[in-house]
């Protein structure tokens, strides 16, 4: 079992930041690709950004690039996602989860745990 905890959520003025953590506790060891993916009200999830806890290059959806970066810190076991720029667009809940494909991956399906998420507000 994995546990995964998001904080960092809040309200923010639109062009401002914040940074989320995922705090990942149990067999994390067995997942390799953590993801954040975000779900505005009557919307679908949607991928934000993955990154492998072996290193590489991360994963970032078209409407983030440039603007989002997700980092790990291996010995907390922790991801972040640093959001900068932030537009009213970016509101939603925002998860984290935790994936056994060994590529990265963008397709929540293939996340096996999730965290109960955090909200994010931008107002405009």
């Known amino acids: 079992q994995v546990q995964l905890v998001e904080s960092g959520g809040g309200l923010v003025q639109a062009g401002g930041s914040l940074r989320l953590s995922c705090a990942a506790s149990?067999?994390?060891?067995?997942?390799?690709?953590m993801g954040w993916f975000r779900q505005a009200p009557g919307k679908e999830r949607e991928f934000v950004a993955a990154i492998k806890w072996s290193g590489g290059s991360p994963n970032y959806a078209d409407s983030v690039k440039g603007r989002f970066t997700v980092s790990r810190d291996n010995a907390e076991n922790t991801v972040y996602l640093q959001m900068n720029s932030l537009k009213p667009e970016d509101a939603a809940v925002y998860y984290c989860?935790?994936?056994?494909?060994?590529?990265?991956?963008?397709?929540?399906?293939?996340?096996?745990?999730w965290g109960q998420g955090t909200r994010v507000t931008v107002s405009s």
């Open positions: 989860a935790a994936s056994q494909v060994v590529a990265v991956t963008t397709t929540p399906r293939n996340y096996r745990f």
């Open positions: 149990g067999q994390i060891f067995r997942y390799y690709v």
